[in-house]
């Protein structure tokens, strides 16, 4: 994720842009939430799975919850660009030994990636130094999935591209300087995710599982920005 903002950046930079456009690099940390949703499909063997999941989000446990993002500004204050959120996914102790599973989580990041449109509002409140902004995005997921099938002798364990993600953003950004800024804001994504679980290897012909979900999160930011 970070090479793709690296990417982004450079990509912006290197677009010719009326003299009072801006490219603004921001990066945040924050606390966010998982609402829960309902999954179904089959584990490896077509082993039925369907289960209302409490999913847990831990942002302040290692690996954190972060993100970053990349923006162009024009003239008319609306701006292009990327991001993207190590966001997580924990199905809960109960939800496990429903399931028959030891682990069921999207814990190296159930990475949120769009390409966002936002509008800002410079000045508002009559207050120089605040801008408030709003954004929507959208892009992929790219869960890294790790999944144990009680009794498998495998473990489902990589980054895997699950389908379509959303993101909606509202906060309000405080200006240091000329360059330097400090933000916060409430931000939510959602996805809509076909993780596909590993066949045992052990096991002559089993096929791969496969479970259906949606993720919506819920999240407070806040961050830095600069801009050039």
């Not at 993100?67 to 996914?89: C, D, L, V, Y």
């Not at 993600?165 to 300087?177: C, E, S």
């Not at 002559?204 to 920005?225: C, E, F, K, M, R």
Request: hydrophobic share 40%; glycine share 12%; charged share 15%.
């Amino acid at each position: 994720m970070k090479n793709i903002l690296k990417c982004a950046a450079v990509a912006l930079a290197m677009t010719t842009m009326p003299a009072a456009a801006e490219v603004e690099l921001s990066l945040y940390l924050g606390v966010q939430s998982v609402q829960g949703s309902t999954g179904s499909g089959t584990f490896p063997g077509g082993v039925p799975v369907s289960r209302s999941f409490d999913w847990e989000g831990r942002p302040l446990e290692n690996p954190y919850y972060y993100g970053g993002r990349a923006m162009w500004w024009t003239q008319s204050n609306i701006g292009f660009g990327i991001e993207g959120t190590h966001t997580k996914a924990y199905a809960s102790t109960a939800d496990l030994a429903a399931i028959g599973a030891s682990s069921f989580e999207l814990s190296d990041g159930h990475n949120i990636i769009t390409a966002n449109i936002m509008k800002r509002w410079p000045g508002a409140f009559k207050l120089e130094k605040f801008t408030p902004y709003v954004g929507a995005g959208a892009g992929i997921a790219i869960p890294h999935v790790d999944v144990t099938v009680n009794g498998a002798s495998n473990r489902t364990f990589g980054y895997e591209t699950t389908g379509p993600a959303l993101r909606g953003i509202a906060g309000i950004k405080y200006d240091l300087n000329d360059h330097w800024a400090l933000f916060t804001e409430y931000q939510f994504t959602w996805s809509d995710n076909d993780i596909t679980i590993d066949a045992d290897p052990l096991v002559p012909g089993q096929l791969p599982g496969s479970i259906s979900t949606d993720i919506l999160t819920h999240a407070v930011n806040i961050g830095v920005s600069y801009s050039f």
